[in-house]
């Protein structure tokens, strides 16, 4: 692409490029991949990371610090998309889950499940 090509818009089909890609990754030696060495380590190593990355967004919300924010939350979405790879649990699944909550609200839906 010429650099002086406007630069696509980003949005959340990312999340499903990013998910392709860790997915792709499974087989790739640990020594060369993060994700193949998390994966390997599965479910106990991306769900530590996972929480370890929840964590850090908490602490910089708190902190009102706006950059640090949205890089720990990068962090954090790319770690619940490795689970989700674990998991053997597709992003379609999750927007269908999200997809079928639309329709009531918030209070509702968490009062269904107790």
Do not use: C, F
């Amino acid at each position: 692409m010429p650099s002086d090509a406007p630069m696509p818009m980003p949005n959340a089909d990312i999340l499903e490029q990013l998910y392709r890609k860790i997915e792709a990754r499974k087989s790739a030696p640990v020594s060369e991949s993060y994700s193949a060495a998390l994966l390997a380590g599965a479910p106990e190593k991306p769900v530590r990371k996972l929480a370890e990355e929840t964590t850090e967004v908490v602490i910089e919300a708190l902190k009102s610090d706006k950059e640090a924010l949205t890089r720990e939350s990068a962090d954090l979405l790319y770690h619940l998309l490795v689970v989700w790879v674990a998991a053997g649990l597709t992003p379609d699944e999750v927007w269908q889950e999200l997809t079928a909550r639309q329709h009531q609200s918030g209070l509702a839906e968490k009062a269904g499940r107790e």
